[in-house]
């Protein structure tokens, strides 16, 4: 398979970011479901998929990814 799943804290970890900065502000805005984590057995815990992150962080911004913004302040990515 080839890739690295870890968890939020171990993201942080690695990152040196905080846990609760990840997962409030990064998912979902900047880490996308399905792309950089998944919820295994549609659950709560979150895997990140450490691949995913490292290509996006060091490749040039999509600005011509479509977003729509949402009512409470987050944006889905379609």
């Given amino acids: ?15 040196h970011y905080n846990a609760r900065y990840i ?20 659950r709560r815990k979150i895997l990140f998929i450490w691949e995913a992150i490292e290509k996006d962080m060091f490749s040039a911004p999509r600005i011509d990814m479509p977003s729509i913004p949402l009512a409470r302040g987050g944006v889905c990515h379609g």
Avoid: C, W
């Fill in 23 to 42: 997962a409030n502000n990064l998912v979902d805005s900047v880490l996308i479901e399905g792309t950089h984590y998944f919820r295994p057995f549609g």
């Fill in 1 to 15: 398979m080839g890739q690295t799943f870890m968890t939020t804290a171990e993201l942080a970890e690695k990152l």
